[in-house]
């Protein structure tokens, strides 16, 4: 999907343009459920934040200023929004957010990408939760460096350090692993 498109649909909507709204949320809505579900690894749970995310927008789309800034605007507030939820269901208290979630980069059943499997998937899945993030933006959902510090809240500096990091620990586990 080209950029200018969706600069146009969130100018639109901003205008009270319920298609353009609407395109918006095709668009943006299967990738923000992946991204939640990873998150939380419940399903459920990730259609909820999803949802409940999609509404808060609705409300403050027109505080939006730049077009280009709505995709990592969306993603972070669904990574609020099912932290929220977690918590609100007892399944995870705040400190245990970023340490505990252990299926961040695991394959959901529906999906069969290939480079996901074997290998590669156990060496991602050891990665610290914070790594298995970055690696879910950047590569997965295709976002840039200053797109996922607004998402992770952190500084492009430290993106690129945790990208660096979880990329030379994979590449020594990966060829640590075919010596064997």
């Given amino acids: 999907m080209e950029q200018a498109q969706i600069d146009l649909w969130v100018l639109e ?19 923000l459920l992946r991204f939640s579900y990873k998150l939380s690894t419940n399903e459920q749970l990730a259609h909820d934040a999803v949802q409940n995310s999609w509404l808060k927008i609705t ?9 280009r800034a709505f995709r990592s605007w969306i ?35 529906e999906q069969n990408n290939t480079w996901e499997t074997g290998d590669l998937l156990n060496h991602i899945s050891t990665l610290p939760d914070i790594d298995k993030q970055s690696i879910h933006l ?14 992770l809240d952190v500084p492009v500096g430290t993106i690129k350090s945790r990208l660096n990091r ?11 692993g075919s010596e064997s």
């Fill in 59 to 67: 409300k403050s789309i027109t505080r939006i200023e730049d077009p």
């Fill in 166 to 176: 979880a990329r030379k620990m994979l590449k020594q586990r990966l060829t640590s």
């Fill in 138 to 151: 950047f590569y997965l959902e295709q976002m840039s460096l200053q797109e996922i510090s607004i998402v």
């Fill in 75 to 109: 993603y972070r507030s669904v990574r609020w929004e099912t932290y929220d939820l977690l918590r609100k269901n007892k399944r995870l208290d705040e400190k245990q957010i970023a340490d505990d979630v252990d299926n961040f980069c695991a394959v959901e059943p």
């Fill in 13 to 31: 909507a901003k205008q009270g343009d319920k298609n353009a709204f609407t395109h918006l949320c095709r668009h943006f809505h299967p990738n």
